[in-house]
T-cell receptor, first 118, second 111 residues
């Protein structure tokens, strides 16, 4: 089946620093990737939709200047949390929508990245 | 996408079948029923999906009522590793939008 990886799996940073999270589709091309955030004991909430080669579309209430998304290739999207604060501590999950015949239009999820801001 | 309703939690004895219900009374004709699960601190994992016929794969079975207003995910022999939050999502296949997650059902498999 289609595999999506994320790196790093966990990160601890100081308040005010920036953190980059990578999301890769390993065996298929993904023109669309989604970034979700999940706080403890809550469900996944969509932050933004990323299309290869174009600007990301952010959900209401998500600051585009704080959560920078780059989708430069069909297999890689990055999320950069700029000037991180403790309230940004969360579980960040990416998802990629497949474009191959096997994975056409199905959505596959990465393992998630646990961000802790001190 | 149609809204779904699931019980917030369920318990199941190890080795027994786990039957997780989902109501989707406003489902439309072109919408599929998808099931995902999320084990603690991991990303969601696809389990199964169906339109109107019952479906079975190596992980689970999906039973959809004739009127398609509800469905049941069956894990035939639950193990401790099946403890997770299970999400029922209805969505038109090929939809360009993202998957929308509700609160799901927290299944606890007990020894």
């Amino acid at each position: 089946g289609a595999v999506v990886s994320q790196h790093p799996s966990w990160v601890i940073c100081k308040s005010g620093t920036s953190v980059k999270i990578e999301c890769r589709s390993l065996d298929f091309q993904a023109t669309t990737m989604f970034w979700y955030r999940q706080f403890p004991k809550q469900s996944l909430m969509l932050m933004a939709t990323s299309n290869e080669g174009s600007k990301a579309t952010y959900e209401q209430g998500v600051e585009k200047d704080k959560f920078l998304i780059n989708h430069a290739s069909l297999t890689l999207s990055t999320l950069t949390v700029t000037s991180a604060h403790p309230e940004d501590s969360s579980f960040y999950i990416c998802s990629a929508r497949g474009e191959t015949s096997e994975a056409y239009n199905e959505q596959f999820f990465g393992p998630g990245t646990r961000l802790t801001v001190l | 996408d149609a809204k779904t309703t699931q019980p917030p939690s369920m318990d199941c004895a190890e080795g027994r079948a786990a039957n997780l219900p989902c109501n989707h009374s406003t489902i439309s004709g072109n919408e599929y029923v998808y099931w995902y699960r999320q084990i603690h601190s991991q990303g969601p994992q696809y389990i199964i999906h169906g339109l109107k016929n019952n479906e079975t794969n190596e992980m689970a079975s999906l039973i959809i009522t004739e009127d398609r207003k509800s469905s049941t995910l069956i894990l035939p022999h639950a193990t401790l590793r099946d403890t997770a939050v299970y999400y029922c999502i209805v969505r038109a296949r090929g939809s360009q939008g993202n998957l929308i997650f509700g609160k799901g059902t927290k299944l606890s498999v007990k020894p």
